[in-house]
């Protein structure tokens, strides 16, 4: 029993979960076999939809009643009046779920008196199989360990006399009761602590992929914190009676009753599901709960996903609820004494202490607007720590006066756009508006969005708070302090004209999610929407409308295609039209990136997208109708490396000569200056071995940059497969290739690789040597196929498998196509594309790698090198496409075991 862990003054043998005797005897064989087969009636019920509370009500006294019988089978009767037997905890608070543990408090006039009975009390109770955790005191020692440990008291509050000494009991209650034991200030004190340490173990959110329906925010135990302090405080949990001392608010009453409800139906189907204690609701359990709960897939959303919705709605309203609670003892507990300081602010709204709070009951009433008043009034002052409870619960009970009358006044629009212009604390007040209820009244939109989810690695946050932590980048880039890691997008923000633009285009660039169809379309109709309630101009209307449809347009381009294409860029210049929406796109989609999975932005990721922006902005500023000749810019590097080339002694015609086993990419991708280094090394090359260099791909800052691996060798099979598995093996991730083999047999490769920690290796003189060195010796033998590294496959990655889907199309070039991949990542999973590109006569020309989450979606372009002569292309489309999805679904099949 972990919050009532201690030495028992019974013996050592009598605490944990130990199995004594010889086995069970007839009278522990008939309460096992009654208590299975309650347990199997309930679990019909269960499945059946009946009350969770009466099935909950019903098991505890079921096992109120084993657990009497025990005793009583082992206690004698001239024992029971110097014993006293009581549930505890969770047991204590009559919360007994499938997988729960008993919790049991046995106070002792004399301990020692009735060692052996206790001990075989405890042994048949493990003989039933039941997780006891136990502890066995006199009164004193009830009482010092009362006053030492917060936990043991909690547990001890909770307490329920099963049977015994009526008297002891008595005497438990009045130590229990005394106002020196834990006042309800220390008392109040020591659970907030223990909730914000708990809640910094789950990073403050109640929205993880995998929540702990118990510990995480939002979950049980806050709702029970709430419950402990009304307690202590109240002398009575009872939401009623609660409500009636004026302690909960109906809403809030309603929240918790509700949310206890629901968490306790989860919880019960939970322990089913998991057949042991179990309070993590992982990805197989959410997918088992939701089919077995009736959520059904839509066109929509998936019925997990649906059921998920559902658990964040009751947790952040159970959190709110926790929060006011909270807030509301703080003021009226701990800060009892202190002398107010009160600061007018307006006929509405006044400081108190720091916090703001309505200046009497009839304001919102009265004036509707306040409801928006009173973020803008937070948001244009750094002094105001919060809003007081009184206030809060004020705010609450009015949302219905957030009608459509309401979002269309232009008092209302106008202080919602003078909130979006505000110089500080947005996204704080931001989030309190979702919190309190009015985001979601006042853009309904958003409401609809709040604690969705969708099942999947990539997206790690609801939208609604992917939502918020987008808008809180876009704040951040504005720092100075952001400069540093975040340079272009802190010249970007800075530019901006209309920043409050910027955070609209943020708030519904997802806002289409969950309803069908693109949500790119969906959410910038309903931005056209909201521009046009709060009066912006045709043109920034215009504006936000083209950022939200095509927010994620620069990603896709920065990592599908090939932006040192000059053809490329003008494509996506065309589109961007002006430096303005560039500056707007480019913040708008950094945001995005760092607030999906910190996995996602990387060095290499960073420098793709400052290129492109680079790029970009040049061929604005050059003019779209004057674009870059591609064959013009492969010229021009080649005769500036020409004459690097011939300062250095090198002879022009073996300089050609070398270039003519190399691709025109070459020369698009590298300087001038790195094109005549590797010349000059392959020039100097004097061994028929594969020749491998390190080129350093630097960026601005130490955030950006990559590592080029360029290997110059004799073309063999398997080679790329060969390639990337022994890149694997050195712990390096590969996110660009390109591949060119040339008609006399060399293959010239590049791949731009990053560490395990995301960052290019071989910077120092020893690694380098030493990636070249492995490198080398592993590409020197002709008959070495390497495999790639065996690596443990997350719990995760099992329980949620993508599927794998390969789309082929036909581009220039006889049998070439550009192929797409989605599947779920694994280690090696590109040497094994690798091997059954050999295995089906696939050239790869090149590859371009993301990952994303614990997906990957891969662009490669190919030749059909192996295709019959008669075979149609789209014969061999076709063939190809199942062929490569069979192939790897079974592979990732073996893998994830």
Not at 568 to 573: D, G, H, K, N, T
């Amino acid at each position: 029993m972990a919050h009532i862990a201690e030495t028992d003054p019974a013996g050592p043998t009598t605490t944990g979960n130990h199995r004594y005797g010889d086995g069970p005897g007839p009278l522990a064989e008939d309460l096992r076999a009654r208590l299975t087969a309650k347990d199997e009636a309930l679990a019909d019920r269960y499945w059946s939809r009946h009350n969770i509370d009466d099935l909950i009500t019903e098991r505890t006294a079921f096992f109120d009643d084993i657990i009497r019988e025990a005793w009583q089978a082992c206690i004698p009767e001239k024992a029971r009046k110097d014993l006293a037997l009581f549930a505890v905890g969770g047991y204590g608070r009559g919360e007994q779920f499938p997988q729960s543990d008993v919790d049991l408090l046995i106070v002792a006039r004399r301990p020692t008196a009735w060692r052996e009975e206790v001990r075989a009390f405890l042994h048949l109770l493990y003989d039933l199989n039941l997780d006891v955790g136990h502890s066995v005191r006199r009164l004193a020692d009830c009482k010092a360990e009362a006053h030492k440990d917060i936990t043991v008291a909690t547990a001890m509050y909770e307490r329920r006399l099963l049977t015994g000494s009526e008297k002891l009991a008595d005497k438990l209650d009045r130590i229990m009761a005394s106002s020196r034991l834990w006042p309800s200030d220390k008392f109040f004190r020591a659970k907030r602590d223990e909730q914000e340490a708990r809640h910094a173990q789950y990073d403050n959110v109640e929205y993880g992929l995998e929540p702990n329906l118990k510990s995480s925010p939002g979950g049980l135990r806050d709702l029970q914190t709430a419950m402990w302090i009304f307690q202590r405080h109240y002398g009575t949990d009872s939401p009623k009676d609660l409500e009636r001392l004026g302690a909960l608010t109906a809403q809030e009453r309603v929240a918790l009753e509700d949310g206890r409800r629901f968490l306790w139906w989860v919880r019960y189907g939970l322990h089913l599901l998991a057949g042991r204690k179990e309070d993590r609701l992982q990805f197989e359990y959410q997918r088992g709960l939701a089919e077995r709960l009736g959520f059904a897939d839509t066109d929509a959303r998936l019925g997990v996903e649906r059921f998920m919705s559902l658990y964040y709605q009751h947790v952040l309203a159970l959190r709110e609820v926790n929060d006011i609670v909270l807030q509301y003892f703080d003021e009226s507990i701990l800060r009892q004494r202190e002398r107010p300081v009160i600061e007018p602010i307006n006929e509405r709204f006044q400081i108190r202490n720091n916090y703001i709070e309505i200046c009497h009951d009839r304001v919102l009433e009265e004036t509707p607007s306040a409801l928006l008043e009173i973020f803008v009034i937070m948001a244009n002052r750094r002094d105001i720590s919060g809003v007081r409870a009184d206030t809060i619960r004020a705010v609450r009970d009015h949302l219905h006066l957030i009608d459509d009358g309401f979002r269309r006044d232009p008092v209302n629009t106008r202080l919602f756009m003078d909130l979006l212009k505000a110089p500080y604390t947005l996204v704080s007040q931001l989030t309190r508006m979702r919190r309190y209820g009015i985001l979601g009244r006042y853009l309904p939109e958003f409401g609809q969005i709040i604690g969705q989810m969708q099942h999947d690695l990539f997206h790690i946050y609801t939208v609604d708070a992917h939502t918020m932590m987008v808008i809180r980048n876009m704040r951040r880039f504005h720092y100075r302090s952001s400069e540093e890691h975040f340079p272009v997008a802190y010249h970007c923000v800075r530019n901006l004209p209309k920043i409050e633009l910027l955070y609209i285009a943020g708030l519904y660039h997802d806002m289409g999610k969950g309803r069908g169809g693109d949500h790119s379309e969906l959410g910038a109709a309903d931005a056209v929407a909201f521009c046009r309630r709060h009066g912006l101009t045709d043109d920034d209307t215009e504006l936000v409308d083209w950022l939200v449809r095509q927010h994620l347009l620069m990603s896709s381009v920065a990592q599908r295609k090939d932006i040192y294409d000059p053809e490329v860029i003008l494509e996506f210049a065309s589109e961007v039209k002006s430096e303005r929406r560039l500056d707007y796109l480019y913040a708008l989609t950094v945001a995005d990136i760092n607030a999906t999975n910190p996995t996602l932005w990387n060095n290499w990721r960073a420098t793709l997208l400052r290129q492109l922006y680079g790029e970009t902005r040049k061929a604005l500023r050059r003019g779209l109708e004057s674009p870059i000749d591609k064959l013009a810019t492969i010229q021009a590097c080649r005769e500036s490396a020409m004459d690097k080339l011939l300062a250095r002694g090198l002879d022009e015609d073996r300089v050609l000569e070398i270039w003519a086993a190399g691709s025109e990419d070459f020369f698009l991708r590298h300087t001038p200056r790195q094109v005549a280094d590797v010349t000059v090394a392959i020039a100097e090359h004097r061994s028929n071995g594969p020749l491998v260099m390190l080129l350093e791909r630097r960026g601005q800052v130490s955030e950006e940059g990559a590592t080029e691996i360029c290997i110059i060798t004799r073309d063999r099979e398997r080679l790329f497969a060969t390639t990337v598995s022994a890149l694997s093996q050195l712990g390096l991730s590969v996110h660009d290739a390109n591949i060119h083999t040339s008609d006399n047999g060399w293959c010239v490769n590049s791949f731009i690789v990053l560490d395990e920690d995301g960052r290019p290796p071989g910077r120092r003189a020893a690694e380098r040597e030493r990636l070249i060195d492995s490198l080398t010796g592993t590409l020197s033998d002709p008959e070495l196929e390497l495999t790639p590294p065996k690596r443990r496959v997350s719990r995760q990655l099992k329980q949620l498998p993508t599927p794998t889907e390969v789309t082929l199309k036909q581009t220039e070039g006889e049998r070439c196509y550009e192929m797409s991949l989605i599947a779920a990542d694994r280690p090696g999973l590109l040497a094994s594309i690798g091997m059954l590109f050999a295995d089906l006569g696939i050239d790869l020309i090149d590859a371009r790698i993301a990952t994303l989450g614990e997906r990957v979606e891969d662009t490669f372009t190919i030749r059909d090198a192996g295709a019959p002569e008669n075979a149609s292309v789209e014969e061999r489309a076709y063939l190809l496409t199942n062929a490569l999805r069979q192939g790897l679904d079974s592979q990732i099949s073996r893998d994830l075991g």
